[in-house]
């Protein structure tokens, strides 16, 4: 017999075990501070991504990134594919 398995923790347990500060400081807000932090988070979420998408270093290196991979990606889509109509050819031709 192996380990026993452990219980999976709801969204809310898994913030309170990964951002303990966080939940505890949020905890007592009443529902305005909360709505008020909401918005708060999502002004600097969108600074962040406005931030992102001007970083050119960034942009050079995904660019750079989806160049390189590309011949990986097309030999794996051509695998795939010739594997998918081999296996269509087998059920045709009545194997399993």
């Not at 051509?78 to 045709?92: D, G, N, P």
């Amino acid at each position: 017999m192996g380990r026993p398995k452990k219980e999976a923790l709801t969204f809310e347990g898994k913030v309170q075990k990964e951002m303990p500060e966080f939940a505890r400081e949020v905890a007592g807000l009443d529902v305005q501070a909360l709505k008020n932090r909401i918005a708060k988070y999502a002004s600097e979420l969108s600074k962040s991504e406005e931030c992102q998408e001007n970083d050119e270093a960034l942009s050079t290196s995904k660019a750079e990134v989806k160049e390189l991979g590309a011949p990986y990606r097309e030999v794996k889509k051509a695998v795939a594919t010739k594997t998918r109509y081999l296996l269509s050819l087998i059920e045709e031709k009545g194997g399993q």
